[in-house]
């Protein structure tokens, strides 16, 4: 949701910047590429879109790519424990990330990023 909320507020303003936890692919490779231009390019130096994917998120995988869907842009992975230095900057459609470490639908790493889980939030 928060990706097709961003492809509409990037249309009508200019200065959008958008962050998504545990996004699964969203679209097609012309939908990837449309976000990819209006956010500034799939480079992390450049983007003002943040893909943020944690340990082995069962989500990010789907839906499949066998299937059309492709990512967008640039990925930031998040390994436990929590720290900068275990964060790595992936390309767009990569199995060297989270994609690719097997993650099954929703499990704990999709629940949990920043060693906070939706249970640890404040009604």
Request: net charge negative; charged share 15%.
């Amino acid at each position: 949701m928060a990706a097709l909320c961003a492809a509409h507020l990037v249309t009508l303003h200019q200065n959008v910047t958008a962050f998504t936890y545990g996004e699964p692919r969203t679209g097609n490779a012309a939908f990837a590429a449309f976000l990819d231009a209006r956010f500034g390019g799939a480079s992390a130096a450049t983007t003002r879109f943040f893909r943020v994917s944690h340990e082995n998120d069962g989500i990010v995988a789907l839906p499949g790519a066998d299937l059309g869907y492709v990512h967008q842009g640039v990925e930031y992975w998040a390994r436990d424990p929590p720290a900068a230095a275990n964060t790595y900057v992936c390309g767009g459609e990569t199995l060297d990330c989270a994609a690719g470490a097997a993650g099954d639908g929703v499990n704990a790493a999709h629940i949990r990023y920043f060693g906070i889980g939706s249970g640890d939030c404040p009604a």
